[in-house]
């Protein structure tokens, strides 16, 4: 296989959305790569196509390929389902401890060098990219592009931003040292921010060090040990602040929250991604329809906090708070789906559940169709990400992030559920990051 080194002056070029585009990587890749005898699956046709793919230089060439040009390395799928790289748009890849306060407190070192099993875990289980929704900073996102890691294209919003006693205040209740006394550390998933002005700063900061989008808590959480779930984050003027500055830097909010009143207060303020959504109801769910609104449920997150919260570390108050949103869950994609939002794929995994990533496909395929899965795991992440029609899509000019799996995604979502026995290829940029009996 003849090897290029190319150093890119600038491998995405920018994009829309204010969402940072990643510039001078270096990429080691074949000249070209033939896929031959694909069936190629992607979510913009309701059936798998039979085609050969080229790729070249990162990027897919031909979907239809008869022979190539250049020297070529070519791999015979046989058969097998060629599809885009998966997106996963709610992921903490710093979160390598299941108790948040202990994670934000770890030394830089140690808590970089546990996220690095993390994201090459990512990468494995066919996830090309990811959206951070808290904790991981820019530098980590340009050395996964430049190769100083292994890992998914990563899209960043640095620290979630709460109020004191909100979703990103980690201190027990007898703690009243500072609340952000840790969140200047690479374990840290948020930040604290009070009051329109301190939002407004902190949004201007997480934007200048790199975000693609702000993450705000917009009702209490599980993993934090003072606030209900259903309090509300924000007040309506820090919400909308948020979203101003979000917007003057051509981006968006992306907002924390479980109940329908907490929905309808950040629809209405102007935010952009509902991340979980376990309370909603039809009116809330009605009102995200009309607003353009994107849903991200993570559902796999609560089965694993309810069945290894406890053995691992995760703090009884937290513990209690499980089931006020687990059982909502199935529940809310029948809720959000008949009222026409639109979905993206999340998981919110923390610590040593990261490795039940790909579960949250099974989940969700006994309420929504496997097309509607599929779709939410490539197309809308990839909206999200700003990256539509370079991520994704199995399509002549998109970038080559491509899977090569075992069955049929468009019969059957869960074969994706299981990518040890399933998954046979990953590609990202046109580089193979794993092969295994292809
Ligand atoms: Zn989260």
Same mark, same amino acid.
């Given at each position: 296989m003849a090897l290029v080194v190319a150093a890119l002056a600038s491998l995405i070029p920018s994009f829309g959305a204010g969402v940072h585009s990643l510039s001078a990587g270096i990429i080691i890749s074949s000249m070209q790569t033939l896929l031959r005898n694909a069936m190629i699956v992607d979510a913009t046709a309701p059936e798998p196509r039979p085609g050969n793919v080229l790729v070249e230089d990162g990027m897919i060439r031909d979907v239809d390929a008869k022979r190539p040009s250049g020297e070529c390395e070519t791999i015979d799928v046989a058969g097998r389902t060629v599809m885009p790289g998966l997106i996963d748009c709610h992921v903490h890849v710093v979160a390598s401890l299941m108790d948040i306060a202990a994670n934000a407190q770890l030394p830089a070192a140690t808590?970089?060098?546990?996220?690095?099993?993390?994201?090459?875990?990512?990468?494995? #289980?066919?996830? *090309?990219?990811?959206?951070?929704?808290?904790?991981?900073?820019?530098?980590?996102?340009?050395? %996964? +592009?430049? @190769?100083?890691?292994?890992?998914?294209?990563?899209?960043?919003?640095?620290?979630?931003?709460?109020?004191?006693?909100?979703?990103?205040?980690?201190?027990? #209740?007898?703690? *009243?040292?500072?609340?952000?006394?840790?969140?200047?550390?690479?374990?840290?998933?948020?930040? %604290? +921010?009070? @009051?329109?002005?301190?939002?407004?700063?902190a949004c201007r900061e997480m934007l200048r060090e790199g975000a693609s989008f702000i993450k705000v808590m917009a009702n209490g959480g599980v993993a934090s040990p003072t606030d209900p779930v259903h309090w509300f984050g924000y007040s309506v003027e820090e919400l909308k602040a948020a979203v101003e500055e979000a917007r003057d830097a051509h981006t968006y909010v992306a907002a924390h929250l479980y109940t329908a009143e907490g929905i309808v207060r950040a629809v209405e303020c102007g935010v952009k991604t509902l991340e979980h959504c376990n309370r909603v109801d039809a009116g809330a769910a009605r009102l995200a329809a009309e607003a353009g609104c994107v849903a991200v449920p993570t559902l796999v997150t609560y089965e694993a906090l309810a069945e290894d919260g406890p053995g691992l570390g995760l703090p009884a108050a937290s513990v209690e708070k499980i089931e006020s949103v687990r059982k909502a869950g199935l529940e809310s994609l029948a809720i959000l789906r008949d009222a026409g939002v639109t979905m993206a794929f999340g998981t919110d995994l923390l610590g040593p559940t990261h490795v039940r990533q790909s579960e949250e496909f099974r989940i969700r395929a006994q309420v929504l169709g496997a097309r509607e899965i599929l779709a939410s795991a490539t197309l809308v992440g990839a909206e999200l990400v700003g990256m539509e029609g370079r991520l994704g899509v199995v399509a002549e000019g998109a970038i080559a992030d491509l899977l090569v799996v075992e069955g049929s995604p468009l019969e059957d979502i869960a074969v994706l559920a299981e990518p040890r026995k399933n998954l046979r290829m990953v590609m990202k940029e046109g580089v193979v990051q794993y092969r295994a009996g292809v």
């Open positions: 808590a970089v060098l546990r996220s690095v099993p993390i994201l090459k875990g990512m990468l494995e #289980r066919g996830f *090309t990219t990811v959206r951070d929704l808290g904790g991981a900073p820019y530098a980590l996102a340009e050395a %996964i +592009a430049q @190769g100083l890691a292994v890992g998914p294209r990563l899209f960043v919003c640095g620290k979630a931003l709460s109020k004191t006693g909100g979703h990103s205040d980690a201190r027990p #209740r007898n703690d *009243t040292h500072d609340a952000n006394r840790w969140a200047g550390n690479f374990g840290a998933l948020g930040r %604290i +921010a009070d @009051g329109v002005d301190e939002v407004r700063r």
